[in-house]
């Protein structure tokens, strides 16, 4: 039996090279496969591989300072679901550019908002209404087919794009707002807390565990709505077999969660895409400018 393994920890690594080689080794020895950044902020990983090798994976893995506590999330899937094994060291566990004003101590990400647990977020929603609003604290792509009800979407590609986005005053009336941010696992989110509250965002808050561990208590039958996008082969997830379909297709605006890389090999976006208009290859372009060159290389 194989499944899918998601993870991270804010801690101060004192030699993160020692702690990128040592991880690479050991999920080669497992035969596990996925995704791992690891920086003097701590780590962030996905990998995948047979149930037994991820439990050994678990264990070796606690044994590193710091990393006794991690909060593990399972998700179906598999090592097939990614092309190869990538421990990759970098500054920022999260790319927000945000290094020069974060900072990591052993309890984690300094002046990040509170924890809360999935029932904790429908208890404060259901107590305090309007004045509660979400966050997405990841890209445009992911929130188009998947997100909390009331829920603000900022305008970002990357997560770069995210400071500018909170210097710009587009979202000074949520300041006195309850904001709870929410991503996928929650990494993402320990840092935008924290970098809301440095903007002066009174009262943010963050899901613990993020989307996967709200998914797993209330499935489609709580406050998410939709299909959660994934950084592998799988795409996308969804928590239950009633998930509400809520992306719409570029071409028809049908209901659709599926996307599709653009046919042009220059370019780095992706196309949201319904299975009909998907059967017309002419379709697959992210763009007109796309079509035109793929074009330009035919006739060419």
């Known amino acids: 039996m194989q499944k899918i393994l998601l993870y991270y920890k804010f801690t101060p690594v004192k030699e993160p090279e020692l702690l990128m080689l040592w991880q690479k080794t050991l999920c080669d020895s497992l035969s596990l496969k996925g995704r791992i950044i690891v920086s003097a902020q701590g780590i962030n990983g996905t990998v995948g591989g047979d149930i037994e090798n991820l439990k050994a994976y678990i264990k070796a893995t606690k044994q590193f300072p710091g990393f006794k506590d991690i909060l593990w999330k399972w998700s179906d899937g598999g090592h097939d679901n990614f092309p190869r094994m990538s421990v990759k060291l970098k500054k920022e566990l999260v790319a927000f550019e945000s290094y020069s004003e974060i900072v990591v101590d052993e ?171 998907k059967q017309d290859d002419k379709k697959l372009y992210h763009s007109p400018v796309c079509a035109a060159k793929a074009l330009t290389k035919v006739s060419g």
């Open 107 to 277: 309890n984690g990400v300094v002046g990040g908002g509170p924890h809360l647990k999935p029932e904790e977020v429908n208890e404060m929603v259901e107590k305090y209404g309007d004045d509660v609003v979400f966050f997405d604290g990841r890209n445009k792509y992911e929130a188009a087919v998947g997100r909390f009800k009331n829920t603000v979407v900022p305008d970002t590609r990357t997560s770069r794009d995210f400071i500018s986005e909170l210097d710009s005053g587009k979202y000074e009336e949520l300041k006195n707002k309850k904001v709870i941010t929410y991503c996928t696992g929650g990494v993402r989110c320990e840092l935008l807390s924290a970098m809301m509250k440095k903007r002066g965002f009174k009262d943010v808050y963050q899901i613990d565990g993020g989307i996967v561990k709200y998914g797993e208590k209330y499935g489609d039958d709580g406050l998410w709505e939709g299909n959660l996008y994934v950084f592998d082969g799988r795409m996308g997830m969804n928590f239950s077999d009633h998930a509400k379909v809520i992306g719409e297709c570029v071409h028809c605006k049908g209901k659709t969660s599926n996307y599709e890389n653009c046919l042009e090999p220059s370019c780095n976006q992706l196309v949201l895409i319904c299975e009909s208009c």
